[in-house]
């Protein structure tokens, strides 16, 4: 009787294990949407489109909410240890950058309305810099949580790699603003919408990296959150 109490116990542990973690997944493949359907509406002007990310970002705030209660209940119901524990923390941590990533979607959103009033040169910038950057990005946040679905390491760095060629281009973007400006003074109430826009891109990379690390972290423990690409290769080595 208390043997098969016990493995009913456990089978139900890992019923909330791999609930949270779909949960998770679900929200990152929504918020993934958001970001796409921002970059859309920013190169093609669709301010309808724009109108409903801003109006779904509830839907976000909301799967944040639900799976970090859950993650809560199940420190406190369970109270597991190893590589349990790094499961339910790991997903708590995402959870915050996937919210954080659909706030940065918005923030796209909100100044792709004002874009879509702006001049063609402004649009020419949009389609060239943005679009780039944000097909960058993109694929970043599904081959993050893919890293995170596979426990994929080697995944997991390799988006850490692409965050530093965003980066990149993010800086290459802002001095072409720059230039832009001082050729057309009248430009600059167009060209700051585009820097926020680029600059939201930007951190919706760094969140992509941030869930990468968690990656590391729940494969092999060890928490890599504020290291280097190389350190973070050499630890991958020691894991594969």
Request: include cysteine; proline fraction near 1%; charge should be negative.
């Amino acid at each position: 009787m208390d043997m098969n109490f016990n493995q009913h116990i456990s089978q139900q542990f890992n019923a909330d294990l791999e609930a949270i973690r779909n949960q998770m997944l679900a929200m990152g493949g929504l918020v993934q949407r958001q970001v796409e359907d921002a970059i859309e509406a920013i190169c093609s002007g669709d301010t309808s489109s724009a109108d409903k990310i801003i109006q779904r970002e509830d839907d976000v705030d909301n799967m944040e909410v639900s799976i970090d209660q859950e993650c809560t209940h199940i420190l406190v119901r369970r109270q597991p240890a190893a590589s349990d524990l790094r499961m339910v923390l790991a997903v708590s941590r995402v959870v915050r950058d996937l919210e954080r990533m659909g706030d940065e979607a918005t923030k796209i959103a909100i100044h792709a309305l004002e874009v879509a009033n702006g001049n063609q040169a402004g649009s020419k910038i949009c389609h060239q810099a943005i679009r780039h950057m944000g097909t960058a990005v993109v694929k970043m946040i599904s081959d993050a949580l893919d890293a995170f679905a596979r426990h994929d390491i080697e995944g997991a760095i390799e988006v850490v790699r692409n965050d530093k060629m965003v980066d990149d281009q993010y800086a290459s973007a802002i001095r072409e603003l720059i230039t832009y400006m001082m050729e057309d003074p009248r430009s600059i109430g167009q060209a700051i919408n585009i820097l926020w826009i680029l600059r939201a891109i930007e951190r919706i990379g760094d969140h992509a990296r941030n869930i990468s690390e968690q990656v590391i972290y729940l494969v092999s423990g060890a928490d890599v959150r504020h290291s280097t690409l190389s350190e973070m290769e050499e630890q991958a080595q020691g894991d594969l």
